[in-house]
């Protein structure tokens, strides 16, 4: 486990809070004033060679001020019958302008082999045009960015479609997953779903494509795997 460097982050990343929050302010009142989970995607992946079972999800508590998310996302390949990836994020939040927040924070990767865990601190929000934004930098001896966004077009008050882009970007070989150096993995989905309950609960259908770039698709390659893949779709979005 690479945890040297990634271990020597944690008071810088949390320092903010700590230094924010004397005994007096610790709990006031008002909190937390809020508390959800929202989960984004719940879905059964069909592709050629293995279908995928994957969630990615947010459950938070705290106020408009801050607060604390915990962020899990998980692929599961059920031919391999183990998982391709699997994330904890320990997320703090908080605003920097009318739009956006400040996210700060660990990530801690426990696939089936390699363990990672990193620092990370990136911004989360909406952009010109509704779109949902979040740019997060995991930082560790094993460094890496990532740009996800989506926007949601409605079609009836009901139906929505989906599109979504995520770009992965490791900055150094990582043999241990397959990632290499400045050689992206990207990702890109189309949801159509259905509102039911008040948005609490909508099914949808959909299509997942992967493709590697550079020394990450080498890596696949010399282990066998296809440097691109496309996932019919079923799953659904909840919130409560």
Do not use: C
Request: hydrophobic share 40%.
């Amino acid at each position: 486990m690479h945890r040297s460097r990634a271990g020597a982050l944690v008071p810088a990343l949390l320092a903010p809070v700590l230094l924010s929050t004397t005994p007096a302010q610790a709990m006031p009142h008002s909190w937390p004033q809020f508390w959800g989970v929202q989960v984004e995607q719940l879905e059964y992946r069909l592709g050629d060679d293995t279908d995928v079972f994957a969630w990615d999800f947010d459950a938070f508590v705290g106020s408009d001020e801050r607060r604390f998310v915990w962020r899990s996302e998980a692929e599961y390949a059920t031919e391999e019958d183990a998982f391709e990836q699997l994330e904890n994020q320990a997320r703090v939040t908080q605003p920097i302008s009318e739009f956006f927040d400040l996210a700060y924070g660990l990530r801690l990767d426990t696939p089936e082999g390699a363990t990672r865990l990193h620092g990370l601190i990136g911004i989360q929000g909406l952009a010109p045009q509704w779109f949902e934004i979040d740019a997060t930098l995991f930082v560790s001896d094993t460094p890496f960015a990532r740009f996800e966004t989506e926007y949601e077009v409605l079609i009836t008050n009901r139906l929505n479609l989906v599109p979504s882009l995520e770009l992965t970007l490791p900055m150094v070989n990582d043999e241990g997953i397959g990632a290499g150096a400045w050689g992206p993995k990207l990702e890109a989905g189309l949801r159509l779903g259905y509102d039911l309950i008040d948005r609490t609960l909508t099914p949808y259908i959909g299509v997942h494509y992967e493709r590697l770039f550079g020394q990450t698709a080498d890596y696949a390659r010399d282990d066998g795997e296809e440097r691109d893949a496309l996932f019919f779709v079923i799953g659904a979005r909840l919130l409560f």
